[in-house]
């Protein structure tokens, strides 16, 4: 069971895990603290969102046993409010939705997922759960900013509490991490292969954890510990999916903004794709060593000086727009 205790702490994630564990507190009547309500937390797969609402509700039943509680995946919340075939745990339509309006604790998953259709049940919901005090709390791959296929009303909502991201472990943030599972599995490690694996492996939690059990099996299977030469060697094809590459790169920031990545190698100059595009040659300028002809090349055979102009153009708005600010960073450390 994900537990608060078993929570690996890292500054990439320490506000989260605070926010976390204020809202169990508030919910357990632990105190006079200001309830934090809705709470949404954001951030890409694998970064320990899942962890924390597990351990939310492991928190809140421990407790307060009598409380209810509920976590429902937003498609699962679409098949309630759409009448298409709930999962069977809930009880058929009604016993799910009597579970949305009495829950004393609401957890809504993913709720990228969800559709403008729901916008009048979920915004009828979320108004009646907060006047009477109920709390919820949301999880998303992104802020609910970049939430843009959703209507103002739903994403206002979405945001009016606390909103807080789990961004990508740094080198030092993944070495950490890797250290304490090895830890936790009497793992005895040396630190060069550590810095080797938290250098080349720039995946999530959930892959780094895979990694060290990997690690653990090859050093039983072999006898002894490894170099970093046969690491390096069992690992290649980690290492190489890992680099950054500018088809890498539109993928995430396609993904980020809600957009396919197609649209930002298209020569068309849709508005809703401009933005996401320049920031694609920004990073693939920072993080690759393409020249300029070839980015624009990728990105639907614009020249160099359009590639130029893009990287310019983000360089200046990252010093005043916060929001953009972040976001490049977030897409930077998820690439790097």
């Known amino acids: 069971m994900e537990t608060f205790a078993n929570w690996i702490a890292l ?11 204020r809202v169990a507190d508030c919910v357990g009547k632990q105190g006079p603290r200001r309830a934090i309500n809705p709470l949404f937390l954001y951030g890409p797969s694998g970064s320990g969102k899942s962890h924390l609402v597990s351990a939310l509700l492991a928190e809140v039943t421990q407790r307060s046993p ?7 995946a937003a498609g699962d919340f679409e098949a309630l409010v759409l009448s298409e075939d709930p999962p069977a745990v809930w009880g ?29 049940t ?5 108004d009646r759960r907060l006047a009477r005090g109920q709390q919820l709390v949301f999880t998303a791959l992104v802020g609910p900013a970049q939430l843009s296929h959703l209507p103002t009303r739903v994403t206002s909502r979405l945001g009016s509490g606390l909103v807080v991201g ?56 072999a006898g002894r510990t490894l170099s970093v030469q046969t690491l390096a060697e069992h690992f290649r094809v980690e290492e190489a999916a890992n680099r950054p590459t500018v088809e890498r790169i539109v993928q995430r920031v396609g993904h980020y903004f809600q957009i396919e990545p197609q649209q930002l190698q298209a020569r068309s100059r849709r508005r809703g794709a401009l933005l996401p595009r320049q920031i694609g040659m920004y990073l693939a300028r920072q993080l690759t060593e393409l020249s300029l002809q070839q980015i624009g090349a990728y990105f639907g055979g614009r020249d ?17 727009d916060v929001h953009l600010s972040g976001a490049v960073r977030q897409l930077h450390a998820d690439l790097a």
């Open 11 to 21: 500054a990439e994630t320490e506000a989260a895990r605070l926010a976390v564990e």
């Open 66 to 72: 009598n409380l209810q509680v509920a976590l429902v």
């Open 92 to 120: 058929g339509i009604e016993g799910g939705r009597k579970a949305l309006r009495q829950a004393d604790v609401l957890i809504l998953e993913d709720v990228q997922h969800l559709s403008a259709r729901v916008e009048e």
């Open 122 to 126: 979920f915004v009828h919901l979320i």
């Open 166 to 221: 789990l961004g990508a472990l740094s080198p030092e943030g993944r070495r950490t991490f890797l250290q304490e599972c090895a830890k936790r599995r009497g793992l005895q490690v040396e630190e060069e292969i550590l810095a080797w694996l938290a250098e080349h492996l720039t995946g999530s939690a959930r892959q780094l954890q895979g990694a060290v059990a990997r690690l653990a099996e090859l050093i039983r299977l």
């Open 304 to 320: 160099h000086s359009t590639v130029l102009h893009a990287c310019r153009k983000v360089e200046r708005a990252l010093a005043h």
